[in-house]
């Protein structure tokens, strides 16, 4: 195939979008009504990127007043999808990912939005939620409370992973290996993430892969694998996610996928979460939004539903 398209999913009115930042662009894609009363900011997890939304947005603008009140932007994260990648030796920490979505924000001019996040881009939302409160009306997470903390014992060994990763990945010449066809570097996806199913893989490939002379590659920075050398330190990882959840005080709702691998449901019995905060588990994996996006829809509008009713 030519070009990497999915004629399966179906966009409602959704437009490319991009933001010139200091040092690159983000690129998003917009549905919905620019101007419509309500925002929904969505920020994707790691190594994927805006497209991980496209199978659920269609299902969210399946509702009338959904449609009639709210539009929703997801972007990519610098290094991700379509967005640019960072200038050499700067590396990829969750707080440069957060001062990048105010500033898009900043060029929005929005007073007001809902933040959405899945995985790392629920972490991401956790800090904004608290670093912007006076922005942030509601905060919907998928798979994630917060950045998880370290105890200050496992920091240096973290510390020697994260520089060696990136001694590695930063070596590699060309970056990622180019595959024959549309059909290759889907598999290679599902290969790689054996959590996703392949309608999941194929969204993903629209804004992950390229064509390129002898068939596609990544667009994503190999660098964003590298390990981080910045973590928020604690007596216990619970300690600082405990901390976080203080702070967030507007409507919250963490969707728990059953078969998740990040251990929220263990969490749960150890940590106290404040009256705004609602965590619903369904059926699915770490991307179930993406997998089986009828499963977090309903979930979505009925919490949305219910907040703009307080």
Request: charged share 20%; net charge negative; hydrophobic share 40%.
């Amino acid at each position: 195939m030519a070009t990497l398209t999915n004629p399966d999913v179906t966009i409602p009115n959704t437009q490319e979008v991009s933001f010139k930042l200091p040092w690159g662009i983000i690129a998003g894609k917009l549905w919905g009504n620019p101007d419509s009363e309500k925002k929904i900011l969505a920020i994707h997890g790691w190594l994927e990127n805006a497209g991980s939304f496209d199978r659920l947005a269609p299902l969210l603008f399946a509702n009338e007043l959904f449609t009639q009140k709210y539009s929703m932007l997801a972007i990519d994260l610098a290094g991700h999808g379509l967005s640019s990648h960072r200038g050499d030796g700067v590396p990829y920490i969750i707080m440069h990912y957060a001062m990048d979505i105010k500033l898009v924000l900043n060029q929005l001019g929005w007073k007001k939005l809902t933040i959405f996040g899945h995985s790392l881009g629920g972490a991401i939302s956790s800090l904004l939620a608290i670093g912007i409160s006076d922005q942030i009306e509601n905060f919907i997470t998928i798979d994630a409370f917060t950045p998880l903390g370290i105890r200050a014992d496992q920091y240096l060994n973290r510390l020697k992973d994260a520089v060696e990763s990136a001694s590695t990945l930063y070596s590699i010449p060309d970056g990622f290996k180019t595959y024959p066809t549309e059909e290759a570097i889907i598999q290679r996806i599902l290969e790689g993430n054996e959590k996703l199913n392949v309608e999941a893989a194929k969204v993903l490939a629209i804004r992950g892969a390229k064509p390129v002379e002898n068939g596609f590659t990544f667009t994503r920075d190999i660098r964003i694998k590298a390990g981080s050398s910045i973590y928020f330190l604690g007596n216990s990882y619970l300690e600082f996610i405990q901390e976080v959840l203080k702070h967030i005080f507007v409507p919250t709702i963490c969707i728990i996928p059953n078969e998740s691998h990040m251990k929220l449901t263990e969490m749960i019995s150890e940590l106290k979460f404040p009256e705004n905060y609602s965590n619903k588990f369904v059926s699915g994996n770490h991307h179930v939004h993406t997998n089986n996006p009828e499963v977090v829809a309903p979930v979505i509008l009925e919490f949305l539903n219910l907040v703009s009713q307080c």
